[in-house]
């Protein structure tokens, strides 16, 4: 099946620093990439979707200015957290989707675990 | 809104019971579903899918699920669960009227006693 591979797995950042996790679909092109963020024992937030070239769509309440997204490229989308502070500590998870059809499945990183101290 | 709503945050089963754990969905158009695992510490694994065709999908582990339309809801189910089954369950669901977002529900743990 299709791989979606995020790096790093996991980061310890100080307060203030700025963060950086990319997302790569390995075997596939990604024409939509989808960022979450899950707290601990809590489900999956949608924080916002990109495609490819064009600005990132944000679901309410997120932050665009703490949160930017970069989708360069069909294979390669990034997160960077900037300015991270302790509440910003959470599980980072990207998917990616190929395709427009009705039919197609986004699959599912293995998540980046972000630590600020 | 499109929403999805898990009936049950904590279940806890004996090894050998039969699990069901209910997913509604609140959407328009035509929908995909979804339903996931987290084992601890672990990230998450697809258990199965639907998109179109027989409603009753059968996944991974003996998992199945049945999609009733008419009920907006996508229940799973296990005949027999075991302790190895202890996990987060979410069910997810993304449609064509809402870009293909994928959303999900609160989560369900189980817990199974050996």
């Known amino acids: 099946g299709a791989v979606v591979s995020q790096h790093p797995s996991w980061v310890i950042c100080k307060s203030g620093t700025s963060v950086k996790i990319e997302c790569r679909s390995l075997d596939f092109q990604a024409t939509t990439m989808f960022w979450y963020r899950q707290f601990p024992k809590q489900s999956l937030m949608l924080m916002a979707t990109s495609n490819e070239g064009s600005k990132a769509t944000y679901e309410q309440g997120v932050e665009k200015d703490k949160f930017l997204i970069n989708h360069a490229s069909l294979t390669l989308s990034t997160l960077t957290v900037t300015s991270a502070h302790p509440e910003d500590s959470s599980f980072y998870i990207c998917?990616?989707?190929?395709?427009?059809?009705?039919?197609?499945?986004?699959?599912f990183g293995q998540g980046t675990r972000l630590t600020v101290v | 809104a499109q929403s999805v709503s898990q009936h049950n945050h904590h279940v806890i089963l004996s090894e050998a019971a039969s699990l069901e754990l209910g997913c509604n969905y609140s959407?328009?158009?035509?929908?995909?579903l979804f339903w996931y695992v987290q084992y601890p510490g672990q990230h998450l694994q697809l258990l199965l899918k639907?998109?179109?065709?027989?409603?009753l999908v059968k996944g991974i582990k003996g998992f199945e699920a049945e999609f009733i339309k008419s009920k907006f809801s996508f229940n799973l189910r296990k005949p027999s669960v075991q302790w190895s089954d202890t996990a987060e369950y979410f069910c997810?669901?993304?449609?064509?009227?809402?870009?293909?977002?994928?959303?999900f529900g609160a989560g369900t743990r189980l817990f199974v006693k050996a």
């Open positions: 997810a669901v993304n449609s064509n009227t809402g870009g293909f977002k994928t959303i």
């Open positions: 639907y998109f179109s065709g027989d409603p």
């Open positions: 959407y328009g158009g035509t929908v995909n």
């Open positions: 998917s990616a989707r190929a395709g427009w059809g009705d039919n197609t499945e986004a699959f």
